[in-house]
């Protein structure tokens, strides 16, 4: 359910990453992979005005939501959820059927959105060799899929 004005969503070219590797780093999230060329990036707005930013990378019919972070004044209002919408939205357009993710922190707010723990031998080879996989997320993050 959507509240207040729309969400839109920019896709951001790789020269205009330096303010979202910003925001991922005070977030505390990996930023070492934001400048490659496999991850696709979003700057979410709301009224003109930056709420977030979140990221895909799509591997056949898999995918892998990443980086995404509402900016801090705006957490609690539902920007979090109405972001992750798109991006399923935009793994589907892309031929993704499942979408995965690694958390430290929020598995309840993803598990509210329809996301189930998933264990580490169970995602696929392409996703697992991905950088926030293979080395930049700590193997004590949790693993969640979706299908979408």
């Known amino acids: 359910m959507q509240h207040g004005p729309p969400l839109f ?13 910003a925001t991922l780093a ?8 934001v400048g490659g060329d496999g991850p696709l990036f979003w ?17 056949g019919s898999d995918a892998l ?5 509402t ?8 920007i979090g959820g109405a ?3 798109k ?6 357009a892309r031929g993704a059927r499942a979408i995965y993710l690694l958390t430290e922190t929020s598995a309840d707010f993803f598990a509210g959105l329809g996301y189930a723990p998933c264990a580490r031998d169970r995602v696929p080879a392409a996703i697992a060799a991905t950088a926030q ?14 299908p979408i």
């Open 9 to 21: 969503a920019q896709p951001l070219a790789t020269w205009e990453r330096d303010g979202l590797k």
């Open 26 to 33: 005070r977030a505390g999230l990996p930023v070492d992979d």
């Open 43 to 59: 700057r979410f707005e709301r009224d003109d005005m930056p709420v977030g930013f979140a990221g895909i990378e799509v591997h």
């Open 65 to 69: 939501l990443r980086s995404l972070v």
């Open 71 to 78: 900016l801090p004044p705006l957490r609690l209002q539902g």
């Open 83 to 85: 972001m992750v919408e």
């Open 87 to 92: 991006m399923e939205v935009e793994a589907r």
């Open 133 to 146: 996989f293979a080395r930049l997320c700590p193997a004590s993050a949790t693993v969640m899929v979706k």
